[in-house]
């Protein structure tokens, strides 16, 4: 057998062993639900339904980080339940997107707003560091079910 067949031959095994170990890799378990009984799949609407999903995962992802940090600061500038709710009532409108969720995505808005009632709470009064923690928390949980909706 010439150098070259045995090279090419090699080179197959190679290919081979490595397809082979990438299929029967052990793979990671999915990431659990947030909250059993709660989905947002089937919710989203419509031909921008996974573009609604992705942007609505990435604004609840973006206000969850911002929340956290703000109670990092001395004087934070969120202080009150009312002010949150501000927030969830603005990014719902649109505010925060080029769409209005509220109007276009009404299952999904209604799915998240009972998820963050029951998951964050509804009071309007102070937050404290546990409270901004269950809506850092949720806010992350929910947007995990956007993102799981899509997939």
């Not at 057998?1 to 990438?22: G, N, P, T, Y």
């Not at 995505?105 to 009632?117: I, K, N, T, Y």
Request: proline share 7%; hydrophobic share 45%.
């Amino acid at each position: 057998m010439s150098r070259q067949k045995i090279a090419i031959l090699a080179a197959l095994l190679a290919v081979a062993a490595l397809a082979a170990a990438v299929e029967f890799a052990p793979r990671p378990a999915p990431a659990p639900a947030p909250e059993a009984g709660y989905s947002l799949r089937g919710k989203w609407i419509g031909p921008q339904a996974a573009e609604d999903a992705a942007a609505f995962a990435g604004l609840c992802l973006g206000t969850a980080d911002a929340l956290e940090l703000d109670g990092t600061k001395q004087q934070p500038r969120i202080t009150t339940g009312v002010q949150l709710e501000d927030v969830r009532i603005a990014a719902a409108e649109g505010r925060f997107l080029p769409r209005k969720l509220t109007q276009d995505q009404p299952h999904a808005v209604a799915v998240a707003g009972r998820f963050l009632d029951e998951n964050a709470g509804t009071s309007g009064g102070p937050i404290d560091a546990e409270s901004r923690g269950r809506w850092v928390k949720a806010l992350r949980d929910l947007a995990q079910l956007a993102e799981d909706s899509v997939r």
